[in-house]
Structure formats: C-alpha cells, structure tokens
C-alpha cells in the first residue's frame, strides 16, 4: 500500500485514476484491465524505487515490467565471449553495450544481453539509444530461446532494429535476422559449428559459431 501511495506522491497517479496495485502491477479497477506503463513511469519507479527492487533485473515490455530470468554459467560466459570478441573485431567503428537498456518505444524498454550503437562522443550519457542508434542487437537465449523469439524479436523488427542475432545455446547454434518489416525480420541465417555468420550491417564482423560458444 505504501508502494501504491508514492505513485501518487511522484506524479504517475491521481486522486481521479481508478487504479489498484495487486500484486506489484496496476490495474483499472472499472474495465479489470492492467494500466500499462510508459517509459518516463518506468524511469520514476526505478528512480524513486518504487515496485522495482534495488538489485531486481527487470525490463519494460508492451507497458509491463518483466522480471529477467537468472542467469545460468553458460549464457555469462557468452555474453563476457562476446563482449571481448566484439569490442576486439570493432574498435571504434561501434559502442559494444552489455545489458543495457535500449529505448524502443513509448512502452517499450528492453535490455537486450549486447547491443552495437553507432559512436557517439558523450556514449549515450545525454539520453538512452533508440532503433535509429542501434546498428545490432543480441540475445543470447538458453532458457528465454521461445521468449526471445517470439516476443522479444517481433518487437526488434517493429521498432526498426535493422539487425538482430539470437544465439541458441541449447541448439549451438546462431541466428541473423535481417531485413524488417511489418513485424517480423523477412530474412534469417542460421549457422552451427565449424560455419562462418556474418553481419548485415557490419560486413567487417565476421565470426565463427566456434568463437561464439567456445
């Protein structure tokens, strides 16, 4: 209750809102539907610390908070695999951005495992990347695999995100999505091991599934 009071205090409701807090979400108590939340709500939350707990990995999706799955031994060495070989391969050519968050759309705010963004000098201090910064996004997927790709995925390509690999740990293998429209990438490569992937837009990043895995 206390929770439901700040929201208040800080801005996001008013006394004429019919919104209930249950169970950490918001709900409009006259149509029982869930009140979704916008990005500069999410941001005050986290600010203010209100329902998102210090230490919490969380995510803004469609106007909810989704908790991230915990993350197991294999998909950490991954993503620190890919952090070294990317930042190695790009140099300056690219910002390598590891589980931040990527400001898609007005309710929409994932934390994709890698992101490549355009360089910029001040990296993204003065406000978050949008789709227009994004250059590649990442998810290296072992228990999210259905999630990431049915959610997470459709999602990248309507917001415009030109690139999008999903590394599928328990099939070893990676995938390159390309050319969005409509919702949905219009193009995917798979390769597995002992073949080459290549980026789209990065025709310079040239990997092996080898150096991907480990």
């Not at 979400?25 to 149509?31: G, M, P």
């Not at 993503?79 to 910002?95: E, F, K, P, S, Y």
């Not at 328990?170 to 050319?179: F, G, I, K, L």
């Amino acid at each position: 209750m206390e929770e439901y009071h700040r929201l208040g205090e800080v801005g996001i409701l008013n006394e004429d809102d019919h919104i209930e807090l249950i169970e950490g979400r918001l709900f409009d108590s006259k149509t029982g539907h869930e009140r979704p939340i916008d990005t500069h709500e999410y941001h005050l939350m986290i600010e203010t610390g209100i329902i998102i707990r210090e230490g919490a990995r969380v995510e803004l999706v469609e106007g909810e908070i989704v908790e991230m799955a915990a993350m197991g031994s294999r998909h950490y060495a991954c993503v620190a695999r890919l952090n070294a070989l990317l930042t190695g391969r790009l140099g300056q050519a690219a910002i390598v951005a590891i589980q931040g968050p990527v400001r898609l759309m007005g309710r929409t705010e994932p934390e994709p495992d890698i992101a490549l963004l355009e360089p910029r000098e001040d990296f993204y201090a003065r406000d978050l990347p949008t789709p227009e910064n994004v250059v590649l996004l990442m998810e290296v997927s072992d228990t999210t695999l259905r999630y990431d790709r049915e959610v997470k995925l459709p999602l990248y390509a309507g917001a415009g995100i030109r690139e999008a690999w999903i590394v599928n740990l328990p099939a070893e293998t990676v995938e390159v999505h390309s050319r969005p429209a409509t919702g949905e990438y219009r193009e995917t490569v798979r390769a597995k091991h002992g073949e080459v992937i290549e980026s789209k837009m990065l025709p310079s990043l040239r990997l092996t599934v080898d150096d991907i895995l480990g």
